[in-house]
């Protein structure tokens, strides 16, 4: 399990403090026990084999089990370890704040894990079990993801934003061209659907800043250093928004669904993880600053 949730060999070696050796030693031995190759060793990166995915997934059952039987001591409601958690970039400010200290004192001996990544990404660790819950945005039209148990938070918009000097009025796609723009690292969905969408009206992307900081985003926007891509929620709650510019352009809309989704847990983790919807829904939910 180690192996498959560090990605490599090498990084399980060193997080189980061992030596690179000895932890392909140990998965030889297990694969001649269960007389069948668990990795497939020809790919770069590492694959599972059909019995590597079945063995991990019937290592998982029994920690499960194992974790539901500590929880008995637990009073049925700490979680019996700790509990591993992603965030998708955008929703950080939101989760990792307000919400999460909320968690804690309700459940002041649990141990918390905290992953940020891309959506599409943490969807794919929750369901094999790497990451036992995540906070996560989807595009509206794709609806609940499957394969997990899916909450619906919140409906998420993201908005056009340019600065403060540009004209008012309804904006077509092709008023856009020549632009540059501010935007997420590639592997977030949002610059993908917004890539797209360019293409359809034979547009480039012509990206000028790459950067996660939601807030450097706006600030270089108001600068006049390019246009944005940003969640409402957080343009609202930015002290440069009184220098920028929400677009309404007729072609682009992007909306967005944020979802809670979870594996199959046990061992009291199922009770953080519902205080910690709680308190998101919650927190979205407040009226947005004017």
Known sequence: MSVVEAGSISVAAGELHLTQPAVSRRIQRLEAAIGSPLIDRTRRPFALTNAGRTALERCRRLLGMADELKAVGHDGLQPAREVRIGVAHALTE????????????EFPTALFRLHTGWSRDLLARVRTGALDAAVILLAE???PPAGVTADTLAREDLAIVASSAWPRG???VRDLRDQLWILNPEGCAARAGLQRELARARLPLRVGVETYNYELQLRLIARGRGLGLVPHRLLMRSPTRRRLRTLRVRELRFPQVIWMIRGDLAGGLNEPLDALRRALVDRLSRPRRR
Not at 95 to 102: F, G, I, R, S, Y
């Open 141 to 143: 039209p794709d609806g």
């Open 170 to 172: 309804l904006h077509t």
């Open 94 to 105: 939101l989760a990792l704040t307000e919400p999460l200290d909320e968690v804690r004192r």
